[in-house]
């Protein structure tokens, strides 16, 4: 049997009164800790959360926003053109293709993005490409 986590005395004038035990009260935060962390591991382990499936375009794409956020923009292109593979009708892929690609330097290949974002109705692609001149 565990000890309590309270121990008191009588005191005549305001009756039974508790103090709490700090070293106990350490003991089982930790104890609970310990019993979250299982419970929450054999959630997962019964969910079968390890075998998640293959990849979609949505998560290529969240994946390389964040990589050119990171300013990691090659591997944000590579992540962009496998989700251009998986779902080649998405403007927003091509358009977040060429920013990634207008960091890097490279112009034509940005213009070409941004022109198949447009065909495809993306509105920011569509003003820039208005801005520069160029039509989609």
């Given at each position: 049997?565990?000890?309590?986590l309270w121990y008191g005395s009588k005191n005549p004038?305001?009756?039974?009164?508790?103090?709490?035990?700090k070293k106990l009260d350490w003991i089982m935060m930790v104890r609970r800790i310990c019993f979250f962390s299982l419970m929450l591991s054999l959630v997962f382990f019964m969910?079968?959360?390890?075998?998640?499936?293959?990849?979609?375009a949505e998560d290529y794409y969240k994946s390389g926003k964040i990589k050119y956020h990171k300013d990691d923009y090659s591997?944000?292109?590579?992540?962009y053109n496998k989700a251009a593979e998986?779902?080649?009708d998405v403007a927003k892929i091509f358009g977040s293709r060429g920013a990634a690609r207008r960091k890097l330097g490279d112009r034509e290949g940005a213009i070409?993005?941004?022109q198949k974002a447009a065909r495809l109705?993306?509105?920011?692609?569509q003003r820039i490409l208005r801005m520069l001149d160029l039509g989609w």
């Amino acid at each position: 049997m565990l000890p309590s986590l309270w121990y008191g005395s009588k005191n005549p004038k305001y009756g039974i009164y508790f103090i709490r035990n700090k070293k106990l009260d350490w003991i089982m935060m930790v104890r609970r800790i310990c019993f979250f962390s299982l419970m929450l591991s054999l959630v997962f382990f019964m969910s079968g959360a390890d075998n998640v499936g293959p990849l979609t375009a949505e998560d290529y794409y969240k994946s390389g926003k964040i990589k050119y956020h990171k300013d990691d923009y090659s591997g944000a292109i590579e992540d962009y053109n496998k989700a251009a593979e998986l779902a080649p009708d998405v403007a927003k892929i091509f358009g977040s293709r060429g920013a990634a690609r207008r960091k890097l330097g490279d112009r034509e290949g940005a213009i070409a993005d941004a022109q198949k974002a447009a065909r495809l109705g993306d509105k920011d692609a569509q003003r820039i490409l208005r801005m520069l001149d160029l039509g989609w």
